[in-house]
């Protein structure tokens, strides 16, 4: 049974989260706070598999939780949950590792559907070759394969699209992004990660196959 630690002081959220959970085979702990959400991290026994963390806790607050938390696992999924409206929080959370977010009031369907693909993006067994749907990528050739064609990728593009790949369904900022493939050379304010993200768009985008790349206004791209 799948451990999902919930960090979330709203007792009423809480109530629905545990709830939902469980009736859909999970085992969630809960932490009512930053503090103790950090001391549950670092004894458990048995790891946890995913994190539902809200970022407005009282003291320390969930982007200083999941700042921590990088510190000592860069792997461990981790969802935000979030009531405000500003895209900066997102943004931020992602830029420290977060996987996806989800904006209260929430349906429990679609964050069900965000837990399993974070789950399942993590747990993709170490291979020679990235499967995202109907798109291939071979680590050693760096060619990618889709509708039956051989794409050739300049290095940037194959470092871009490799880290995509290696998240599926996770929302990744330009930050992050630049940080990762470009070890932040240029600024971040440029446009350089539009600019390869339309070239990979050109690419990959087929005739009559489904569009790869979807940006999220604000708070980067997504490969979906």
Known sequence: MMKVLVVEDDKGIVSFLVKGLRAEGYAPFVAENGVAAV???????????????????????????????RLRDSTLPVIILTAREGIGEKVRGLDLGANDYVTKPFAFEELLARIRAAIRSTNQPASNELVVGDLRFDLQTKLAHRGGRNIELAPREWALLELFMRHPTHVLSRTRILGEVWEYDFDPGSNVVDVYVGYLRRKLNLPGLEPLFKTIRGAGYRLV
């Open 39 to 69: 001391d549950m991290l670092r004894t458990a026994i048995d790891p946890f598999d995913l994190i539902l963390l809200d970022l407005g806790l009282p003291g320390m607050t969930g982007e200083e939780v999941l700042q921590r938390l």
